[in-house]
């Protein structure tokens, strides 16, 4: 179960951190991913994490639109997922999910599909006003 909170109402140019609790199951064998979706759009990869058990040498990997804005970082000894959000434009508004599953492949890093993942939190709405 994963249950992700910390979003809200910011000025654009603020920073928020999203957080993700997870329960039940083996926290570091699983990839986590961040999503969003938008009023009337699709639902997006954001950023990912490798399960710390991973061998890929890729153990992040992000969107193009957060590059270099945007920081995932897990805590295994707090399941835990993280998504610190700097610099942060309108366009950013959504609804932010996290989303784990378990690889079948140690090599690969954390997907960008969601269909790939398996467990999903309830989302959390983030809000960038400009």
């Known amino acids: 179960q994963l249950q992700a909170s910390g979003g809200g109402l910011v000025q654009a140019g603020d920073s928020l951190r999203l957080s993700c609790a997870a329960s039940?199951?083996?926290?570091?064998?699983?990839?986590m991913g961040w999503f969003r979706q938008a009023p009337g759009k699709e639902r997006e990869f954001v950023a990912g994490i490798v399960a710390a058990i991973s061998w890929s040498g890729e153990r992040t990997s992000y969107a193009d639109s957060v590059k270099g804005r945007f920081t995932v970082s897990r805590d295994n000894a707090k399941n835990a997922v993280y998504l610190q959000m700097n610099s942060l434009k309108s366009e950013d508004t959504a609804v932010y999910y996290c989303a784990a599953y378990e690889p079948r492949n140690r090599w690969v890093g954390a997907s960008t599909k969601a269909d790939d993942y398996d467990y999903w939190g309830q989302g959390t709405l983030v809000t960038v006003s400009s």
């Open positions: 039940g199951g083996t926290f570091s064998s699983y990839h």
